[in-house]
């Protein structure tokens, strides 16, 4: 047996990102039918109530107020029956790992009150060099749970419709609209790519031969879909399409989205006075 036999290969890895990709867009479609806070608010107030709440978390100066905000983003979600660990896992460890990164030089580069020097490098970590990164990592964090939240609990279709109600332009709802849609099908063409390569392979590629298949399978893949687009683009012409895009459901806010909206206005209006 080849001594490489039992490790994944690229081919392997990047079949298994694709379904759980697919997995993850599934998942959230099924926690946008949840029986939650968030899901049964109106997708406009949803949305604006959203933005209220990430606005002062990222111009907030007080980590009080940041954490407080953070704190709000937890509980909505427990309400919204979204789970902690779907969280944890695709939000709140990814973005710590990125922010972070970003964020590591600061305690070195920042000037200011010196509290501690590495002992092998000689270099100073400053006070408020550590300020300057946990308020990233933080607003970071809390942003993105706020962001996820609405998308895990509202349908992608309602989240375009609620952009146009709020005159976001017709162009960007589009492309937002058709990149979501037609994803899920480059992303089983690029599986089903790799699965039929597979099931033709004998033995195990060196790294050369992979990364050469990689390569081609990009190109023919990058080639289907500029096929595709055109094709579909001439198929939305055919049927009327005139760079907006229209759906059947209607929306209706009640007074339970007014309360809502009134909550998020107040939470926000508060973060913005104790964050200056």
């Known amino acids: 047996m080849p001594a490489n036999a039992g490790k994944r290969g690229f081919l392997e890895r990047s079949t298994s990102?694709?379904?759980?990709?697919?997995?993850?867009?599934?998942?959230?479609?099924?926690?946008?039918?949840?029986?939650?806070?968030?899901?049964?608010?109106?997708?406009?107030?949803k949305l604006l109530g959203i933005l209220a709440l990430i606005v002062p978390a990222a111009a907030a100066q007080n980590f009080g107020v940041i954490v407080g905000l953070f704190a709000i983003a937890?509980?909505?979600?427990?309400?919204?029956?979204v789970p902690f660990g779907v969280l944890l896992k695709r939000v709140w460890v990814p973005v710590l790992l990125f922010t972070g990164v970003i964020a590591l030089p600061a305690p070195f580069v920042t000037p200011g009150r010196a509290i501690y020097h590495l002992p092998a490098l000689g270099w100073s970590v400053t006070a408020q060099g550590l300020a300057s990164?946990?308020?990233?990592?933080?607003?970071?964090?809390?942003?993105a749970s706020f962001c996820v939240l609405l998308v895990l609990t509202t349908p992608w279709n309602h989240v375009l419709k609620a952009l146009r109600v709020?005159?976001?332009?017709?162009?960007?709802?589009?492309?937002?609209?058709?990149?979501?849609?037609?994803?899920?099908?480059?992303?089983?063409?690029?599986?089903?790519m790799f699965e039929s390569r597979r099931s033709r392979m004998i033995g195990q590629l060196t790294g050369g031969e992979r990364r050469r298949v990689?390569?081609?399978?990009?190109?023919?893949?990058?080639?289907?879909?500029?096929?595709?687009?055109?094709?579909?683009?001439?198929?939305?012409?055919?049927?009327?399409y005139r760079a907006?895009?229209?759906?059947?459901?209607?929306?209706?806010?009640?007074?339970?989205?007014?309360?809502?909206?009134?909550?998020?206005?107040?939470?926000?209006?508060?973060?913005?006075?104790?964050?200056?």
């Open 17 to 45: 990102s694709f379904v759980d990709a697919m997995e993850h867009a599934f998942y959230a479609e099924n926690t946008a039918r949840e029986d939650g806070l968030l899901q049964r608010l109106d997708p406009r107030a």
């Open 133 to 143: 990164a946990g308020y990233l990592v933080l607003r970071a964090e809390t942003a």
């Open 74 to 81: 937890v509980v909505l979600a427990a309400l919204s029956r």
């Open 214 to 240: 990689a390569a081609s399978s990009a190109g023919v893949l990058m080639s289907k879909t500029f096929d595709l687009s055109s094709e579909v683009y001439l198929a939305m012409q055919s049927r009327g």
């Open 166 to 192: 709020l005159h976001v332009p017709a162009v960007l709802v589009a492309i937002l609209g058709m990149t979501y849609r037609y994803l899920f099908l480059v992303l089983q063409s690029a599986h089903d």
């Open 244 to 276: 907006d895009v229209a759906t059947l459901d209607e929306f209706q806010v009640l007074a339970f989205d007014w309360a809502m909206l009134g909550a998020f206005a107040v939470v926000s209006i508060t973060a913005f006075w104790l964050g200056r």
